[in-house]
């Protein structure tokens, strides 16, 4: 039996994993032909032909429609950005409050903030790490405005049971799907899912521009209302004739002709980035699967994972070892595991001190809101157990990985489960 390199054993592995490299000759190609245009940015705050930008901009945005099946594609430059021209346009307000995930980057809830709405907090599935339906529906109150649902991981939330509660309460649904590109439920695209769906092209997603995001709908006058708070909205609505002024003060979240040139060739790359991932978490999960204490991703059915994360959960009680030494053993290794993924977002400072806007404490402090908040550690048990005792994620999936990468992994964590004695 090997010993183990926390033990002062030889590592599975003494050189650091490959980089995730999606950027090649096309994109080289594509953002020299904007610098041969001299046309970086083509966007104009006023009610003018050039109101939707230029024409790589206008470009992508019909491809994503295309590719996506989806009506409507609006461009930005993060998906934080189209995260909060969402919430706008959903016409979220002063009191209202937004049922959001405490479990994902934090721009999910603070989009609520934005608009002076109350971000709520509903509690995670403990397989898919989603918002749970029965969480959400147990979070709805007469305030309550819109759901902002998260894939996260690159596991689709299930929608389908999410969207008939946002019907019987009258609720937009906001799908935050920036680690799901390609995955899908049932059939179609995470992302086109809800009533606005919000993509990232962030440098380290699954295809990505640097900084970017894209929000889709089917819907048009949501359409508009994200184009109006992309670019200035407040000096636009009188040109153009738009009744519904409500969350029209605009923004700049108008992505470049750069950005837009590399972001459409990422998207000719995307089934062929996804596809990588999914063959390595099948692997991943067959090779792992029997160790004690460890359950590998779970897929629910009709869904196709997009992996953006290997995400397991480890019982500390089946092996008697805690989690943070079999982290530390395997990190010996030369495998890159983490425990936890992001502090449950209700614990964050400004949520626990109520402090936003202003030294008194606005939105939490408005008076025309007729709420009760509580962001008190125990208000989403799963969040936390999952958070604080059980998760483990690793970069596992990604396509620049070899099989020989795969099977490292798949060697160290059999190597640490056969001497979890040794580290009890």
């Known amino acids: 039996m ?3 390199a926390i033990n002062g054993g030889e590592p599975v592995r003494k050189t650091p994993f490959p980089l995730y490299v999606t950027i090649g000759d096309e994109e080289k190609r594509a953002v020299m032909e904007v610098l041969d245009s001299t046309v970086l940015s083509k966007f104009l705050g006023t ?5 939707f930008g230029g024409p790589r901009v206008q470009k992508l945005e019909r491809e994503w429609e295309a590719y996506f099946g989806i009506k409507h594609a609006v461009s930005v430059n993060s998906a934080t950005s189209g995260l909060y021209a969402a919430v706008g346009a959903a016409g979220v307000g002063p009191g209202d409050e937004v049922i959001v995930s405490p479990y994902t980057m934090s721009a999910s809830a603070a989009a609520a903030l934005v608009y002076g709405g109350i971000p709520v907090f509903a509690d995670i599935d403990p397989d898919t790490f989603c918002l749970s339906p029965a969480s959400i529906r147990a979070c709805i109150t007469p305030r309550t405005k819109a759901i902002i649902v998260v894939d996260i991981f690159g596991h689709p939330a299930e929608m389908n049971e999410i969207m008939a509660i946002a019907r019987e309460y009258n609720l937009i649904v906001i799908e935050d799907t920036a680690q799901a590109p390609g995955a899908s439920y049932h059939g179609k695209f995470a992302g086109t899912l809800a009533d606005m769906g919000v993509f990232s092209l962030n440098y380290h997603k699954t295809i990505h521009c640097g900084e970017g995001g894209i929000v889709v709908t089917d819907n048009p006058e949501l359409a508009e209302r994200l184009q109006l708070i992309r670019n200035h909205a407040e000096v636009v609505v009188k040109k153009k004739g738009v009744e519904n002024i409500v969350n029209m003060v605009g923004f700049n979240y108008r992505m470049t002709e750069i950005e837009a040139a590399i972001a459409a060739e990422q998207l000719k ?3 062929g980035l996804v596809a990588p991932r999914i063959e390595a978490a099948d692997f991943l ?3 792992l699967s029997g160790l004690p204490g460890l359950t590998p991703p779970a897929v629910q059915p009709g869904v196709r994972h997009g992996y953006y994360v290997y995400v397991m959960k480890y019982d500390a009680a089946a092996t008697g070892v805690p989690r943070e030494r079999i982290v530390a053993a395997l990190q010996a290794e030369g495998i890159p595991l983490g425990q936890g993924y992001v502090e449950p977002i209700y614990l964050q400072p400004m949520y626990q ?3 936003a806007y202003g030294k008194d404490g606005f ?7 007729q709420g009760t908040i509580n962001y008190e550690r125990g208000i989403c048990p799963v969040t936390e157990r999952m958070h ?3 998760l483990l994620h690793g970069d596992f ?3 620049s990985l070899s099989r020989g990468d795969l099977e490292d992994i798949v060697r160290a964590f059999r190597k640490a489960f056969e001497n979890i004695s040794g580290l009890a």
């Open 2 to 4: 090997a010993k183990l």
């Open 47 to 51: 009610w003018s032909p050039d109101f």
């Open 269 to 271: 790359k995307l089934e």
């Open 285 to 287: 999960t067959r090779e």
């Open 353 to 355: 001190q109520r402090i």
């Open 363 to 369: 939105p939490f402090t408005y008076p025309g809101y």
């Open 388 to 390: 604080f005792q059980e």
């Open 397 to 399: 999936c990604h396509a």
